[in-house]
């Protein structure tokens, strides 16, 4: 087991903005040995479908094969239920984020979609261990209907659950709101003062989303961040790797019983753990 990890996590994935990606993924590329996990949208605001887009699936074939990860996050990435009829949901849902796709729906909605996107995964022999709901919001329909389903977690801005159970571990992230200066200027400072904050922490995540790879100042604090965790000493992993270690470490020992350097190039201008959903190569797990 690794004694302080680094996650490097690409958000919203979708063919219409790996134009913004690929610059910043071909300099990590160029660091080495740095695996990527990828929260792939089946079809981005239900206008970007995968399967519209052979370069870019066979792009994530080669990806997984490299030995990235892909996760699934969510399936429109857009809030397309009723209007918010409470002061609550509407700061949640029109001022904190348009996209909060899973925030309302009921145990069955949710697991329409969940299922759906477990079948774009299953065509494409990509394997799925993890899930992440857009804005990292889920309704408690979303929570039921993730305990029935053969997938190892999800999670939140600060924490990795382990799924059917919901068990919390603690996986501190850093992102960034990159949308003005202001804001950019702002997250800064805040990332600045829990990097430092965190230095001890077992493993640090680094939440990237396309609007950060589409301004040099987010884009390269993103790749110096990187090199500077893995100059420290982190081991870079997916999350399901880092996962996996941790049920590793946990798990009872025979006898016990069981309590148990590439530089930024800044002038671009854009720029799971014992189970997995199984490829249609497989015969398919129970919950």
């Not at 995964?121 to 919001?137: N, Q």
């Not at 950019?184 to 396309?210: F, K, T």
């Not at 081991?235 to 530089?263: C, D, H, I, M, Y």
Request: proline letters at 7%; glycine letters at 6%; aromatic letters at 10%.
């Amino acid at each position: 087991m690794h004694e302080r990890s680094v996650l490097l996590v690409l958000h919203d994935v979708a063919p219409h903005n790996w134009a913004d990606y690929r610059p910043f993924v071909e300099a990590v590329d160029a660091l080495g040995a740095v695996p990527i996990t990828w929260l792939v949208v089946p079809d981005f605001h239900h206008r970007d479908a995968l399967t519209a887009h052979g370069d870019f699936q066979r792009l994530l074939d080669r990806r997984v094969i490299k030995g990235d990860e892909l996760a699934l996050h969510g399936y429109y990435h857009c809030d397309d239920q009723p209007a918010p009829r409470t002061p609550k949901d509407w700061f949640m849902r029109r001022l904190y984020t348009h996209e909060a796709e899973f925030y309302q729906l009921s145990q069955a909605q949710a697991l329409d979609r969940l299922q759906d996107g477990i079948e774009v995964f299953r065509r494409h022999d990509w394997p799925l261990h993890g899930f992440v709901a857009p804005a990292w919001l889920m309704s408690q329909g979303t929570r039921e209907a993730l305990r029935q389903l053969p997938l190892s977690y999800t999670s939140s801005p600060q924490h990795l659950y382990r799924l059917p159970d919901f068990t919390p571990i603690d996986a501190p992230g850093l992102t960034w709101s990159a949308r003005s200066a202001w804001r950019r200027g702002v997250s800064r400072v805040i990332s600045d003062r829990r990097e430092q904050r965190w230095h001890a922490a077992p493993v640090i995540r680094l939440g990237v989303h396309p609007v950060d790879m589409r301004h040099a100042f987010s884009r390269c604090y993103w790749l110096e961040t990187l090199q500077r965790l893995l100059n420290a000493g982190r081991t870079p992993l997916t999350k399901a790797a880092w996962l996996a270690e941790q049920v590793v470490a946990q798990a009872p020992r025979p006898g016990e019983t069981g309590n148990s350097s590439a530089s930024c190039n800044c002038s671009h201008s854009s720029a799971a753990p014992g189970k997995s959903v199984p490829s249609s190569g497989s015969s398919a797990s129970g919950s």
